[in-house]
């Protein structure tokens, strides 16, 4: 269960610099389970979801686990804006600070990234994405609802190793909001 001492909540635009420094360090720490590499985003003035942040999008936002207002987990919403598929968003960026992993805040930051993408008009599935490696990501996934539907072989490759993607879909009609 999540301590009371941690809030989830929907960043807000002063926080996209605290994102940035939590994305950079996620990047840093685990590159074998993020197609984004830290050295390229490190160079980018602007990560992916600064400026959804700072403008406050409602079809691009980042959820933040807070302890005592220091941001230590994101989870990150992104709709696809092509007519013939924004009935569909993906989850992106899911990480937790190893220091406050082992306490269900990735579960909670998952859990009000979906209910939050889910309140929006025309949002009927959400897609998830897990390195196949990382089997707690992979269950926490599954315990959620969602189902794995492909695998893309030799996905990235860190370090001269290869890594498979897998690929999983959330259907709105199929989810119990808890």
């Given at each position: ?19 940035r ?11 074998m ?33 807070f ?17 013939k ?91 119990t909001?808890?």
């Amino acid at each position: 269960m999540v301590r009371m001492d941690i809030e989830i909540r929907k960043l807000k635009p002063k926080e996209s610099i605290f994102y940035r420094e939590l994305r950079l360090k996620c990047l840093k720490k685990y590159p074998m389970y993020f197609t984004s590499n830290y050295h390229d985003e490190k160079a980018k003035e602007k990560l992916f979801f600064q400026t959804y942040i700072e403008k406050s999008d409602v079809n691009n936002f980042v959820i933040g686990a807070f302890m005592n207002d220091t941001l230590i987990g994101i989870s990150g919403f992104n709709r696809y804006d092509r007519t013939k598929i924004n009935h569909k968003g993906r989850i992106i960026q899911v990480y937790v600070n190893p220091d406050y992993q082992g306490r269900q805040i990735g579960l909670s930051l998952i859990k009000v990234t979906i209910d939050e993408a889910f309140k929006k008009k025309g949002i009927e599935q959400i897609e998830i994405d897990v390195i196949s490696t990382n089997k707690h990501a992979e269950k926490l996934y599954k315990k959620i609802g969602f189902i794995e539907y492909g695998i893309q072989k030799n996905f990235i490759k860190v370090g001269g190793i290869y890594y498979d993607h897998k690929m999983m879909m959330l259907f709105k009609n199929q989810y119990t909001s808890s």
